[in-house]
């Protein structure tokens, strides 16, 4: 699972308010390179919650995203930044662990890089 | 509406105490595992009295038709279903290439992943509620995660871009194809486009539709009509197995997974009476409910190992003629102007497409508002269209 899926997923249990963001419980991350567009990180940057994707970031072990997310242009105009959230997004998988409901508390786990999260039949 | 409780079964009345029990269980994979003591019936009888269930059962809630007829079947038949699944849809891939450069597009039940990344200019999210399907699109280096159609674990206005290719003919009730639209449309953006393809009772080749075999009584909650809830007698019909032909799994859109037939089993064909808005077929019936088979040749049931488990289930049945595990898959196949029916109530989405192509209904839809939890900041800018 790459952190752009992470800003996207959220706790869909019944009476949940707010599931996200979704606690990650990391026991494996890899490393997969994977060739840098353009237009899909300018397309994604303003739809991304920099703080959920920052401190997810950090607990998949990689600390170079900067706290508050930069204005827009700066993909255009910073490559060093560029690579920065590149690599964040779509490098970095979480192979082996779990994706914790802010609210419950419930885990879904992420095994092979494949979240799951259907959920129990109490729970919809 | 009345509604009648999950707590039956699709097999026959020898074994409706044990699955009352065996529904209790959570655990959606166990129910390939029932022991029922004959030969699978469709279950006529509704359970008398049990009307305080019928605001309890979510939408959201899988039904066990789909448990048995559509989730067991496809982690079985997995890996043989996705290695006749590789012809790509030219409305698709059309649809696909028409979006904008660095766009997210989500598929919602996309199987093997046949479409994830068919433009490559884009990024796709797939999901499907089959983890075996999942691990193949995994393997091939996809992004996906497994997750019900009829509930997506995604924010809301996220996505770019929505598709459902061959998904929604597989959930039993109304409700659960309206929801399943509603969530597709609100996990994109404002402006953003949705593809719904389904399979359409209009079938090109109609020879084809009169050989799949129709479900001829409904038991699903909605299909109870207004009124009293009503106790069938023992009239139960037997799916006996129906010989064969060929497998034809290859070739292009129209030929995935449908079974040639030779000889169609005379199952007592009635027209269900209490559905609301039963649309007329061309043949005239109001079937659209049906199972459609899948041969599992015996090497592929034997290395995926779930067969032993339904073929003593009476899920699945041997053809040894064939050499194959057959399967039944669930299908509710749709009707002119249904898909258009279920969207019209919706009022954050506009059609802006919609035709028929190959045995299959198509919609494309639009995003027009923003989705809102609670209608204060309601979005007041005028429609796209």
Same mark, same amino acid.
Request: hydrophobic letters at 35%.
């Given at each position: ?14 009476? &949940? ?33 920099? =703080? ?62 494949? +979240? ?9 | ?38 030969e699978p019936?469709?279950?006529?009888? &509704? ?19 789909? =448990? =048995?007829?559509?989730?067991? &079947?496809?982690?079985?038949?997995? +890996?043989?279903?996705?290695? *006749? ?46 983890? +075996? ?39 039993? *009730?109304?409700?659960?194809? $309206? ?10 953006? $404002? @402006? @953003?486009?949705?593809?719904?393809? &389904? ?8 020879s084809l539709l009169t050989k799949w075999t129709p ?9 109870? @009509?207004?009124?009293? +809830? ?7 019909f037997t799916l006996e197995s129906i010989p064969e032909t060929e497998e034809n799994g ?8 449908r079974e040639n037939t030779e000889n169609m089993h005379q199952s ?22 049906y199972f459609v088979p899948w041969h599992l040749p015996y ?12 073929l003593?289930?009476g899920?699945a049945k041997k053809d040894d003629k064939k050499g194959a595990v057959v399967y039944n898959r ?56």
């Open positions: 699972m790459r952190l752009l899926t992470h800003n996207i997923l959220s706790s869909n249990i019944k009476g &949940v308010t707010n599931g996200f963001p979704l606690g990650i419980e990391v026991e494996k991350v890899v490393e997969k390179q994977v060739e840098i567009n353009h237009d899909f990180l300018r397309n994604i940057f303003p739809k991304i919650d920099w =703080k959920a994707f920052s401190d997810a970031s950090k607990i998949m072990g990689y600390v170079e995203l900067p706290e508050e997310a930069p204005e827009p242009s700066v993909l255009d105009s910073d490559l060093d930044f560029l690579r920065k959230f590149h690599h964040a997004l779509l490098e970095l998988h979480l192979e082996e662990g779990a994706l914790v409901c802010p609210q419950t508390g419930r885990k879904f786990p992420v095994n092979k890089g494949i +979240p799951n999260m259907l959920l129990h039949e109490d729970e919809v | 509406m009345h509604s009648i409780p999950c707590n039956f079964s699709v097999f026959g009345y020898p074994v409706i105490s044990s699955s009352m029990k065996e529904i209790k269980v959570k655990d959606a994979s166990t129910l390939c595992t029932l022991l029922p003591d004959g019936h469709i279950q006529q009888s &509704v359970f008398v009295g049990e009307e305080q269930r019928s605001s309890s059962i979510s939408v959201k809630s899988t039904p066990e038709l789909e =448990k =048995k007829y559509v989730h067991c &079947v496809y982690d079985a038949i997995a +890996p043989h279903f996705s290695s *006749t699944r590789f012809a790509k849809w030219p409305k698709v891939s059309a649809f696909l290439e028409s979006l904008p450069t660095g766009s997210l597009i989500l598929d919602a039940g996309c199987g093997n992943g046949k479409y994830l990344g068919l433009n490559s200019s884009c990024y796709f999210i797939g999901c499907d509620i089959s983890a +075996p399907l999942i691990k193949i699109c995994a393997d091939k280096g996809h992004e996906v995660l497994v997750a019900d159609a009829v509930n997506l674990p995604y924010r809301t206005n996220f996505g770019d871009a929505a598709i459902s290719i061959a998904v929604l003919h597989h959930l039993s *009730t109304e409700n659960r194809r $309206k929801k399943a639209i509603e969530e597709l449309v609100r996990v994109i953006k $404002k @402006g @953003g486009l949705v593809l719904i393809t &389904v399979w359409a009772v209009e079938q090109e080749d109609k479900l001829t009584e409904k038991y699903v909650e909605e299909w109870i @009509g207004p009124g009293s +809830p009503r106790v069938r007698g023992p009239s139960a290859l070739g292009g859109h129209t030929k995935d997974s007592m064909c009635l027209t269900p009476e209490n559905k609301d808005d039963s649309l007329v077929s061309k043949d005239g019936s109001n079937q659209q409910e090497h592929r049931a034997e290395v995926s190992g779930a067969s032993a488990g339904a003593a289930n899920l669930y299908y509710h196949v749709f009707g002119e102007g249904e898909l258009e029916r279920l969207v019209s109530g919706m009022d954050n989405a506009v059609i802006i497409d919609k035709f028929y192509d190959k045995s299959n209904w198509c919609i494309i839809l639009e995003k027009t508002l923003l989705g809102l939890k609670h209608l204060q900041d309601k979005d007041t800018s005028p429609s796209l269209i």
